[in-house]
Nanobody, 120 residues
Framework: VQLQASGGGLVQPGGSLRLSCAASGPIYSINAMSWYRQAPGKQRELVAYITSGGATTYADFTKGRFTISRDNAKNTVYLQMNSLNLEDTAVFYC???????????????WGRGTLVTVSS
């Protein structure tokens, strides 16, 4: 199983980006999917979380600026980020709790990360 994140880049303060993360490989089911970020010199932190049923949880710092969503048919999770500021500069990572087969246990997989740079 692999997770491929994309959509990062350079954006000006106040701008928007949409990140995508697609899971591929032998997948029976995907439970929760999440986005984390790691800013330079800081620990990785949770940004947002979405269950298989679509319930969402956000970190306080998103303050209504970010929206997590998923397309179960495409095994893909998205993160729409609006009103970006300098403090949002970080590498964004996705993860997913995946069951590869009916009899398999759930394993959390991580993508490699996509860099978001907010700069004027």
């Amino acid at each position: 199983v692999q997770l491929q994140a994309s959509g990062g880049g350079l954006v000006q303060p106040g701008g928007s980006l949409r990140l995508s993360c697609a899971a591929s490989g032998p997948i029976y089911s995907i439970n929760a999917m999440s986005w984390y970020r790691q800013a330079p010199g800081k620990q990785r932190e949770l940004v947002a979380y979405i269950t298989s049923g679509g319930a969402t949880t956000y970190a306080d710092f998103t303050k209504g600026r970010f929206t997590i969503s998923r397309d179960n048919a495409k095994n893909t999770v998205y993160l729409q980020m609006n009103s970006l500021n300098l403090e949002d500069t970080a590498v964004f990572y996705c993860n997913a709790a995946i069951r590869r087969g009916f009899a398999d246990s759930v394993t959390v997989y991580w993508g490699r990360g996509t860099l978001v740079t907010v700069s004027s």
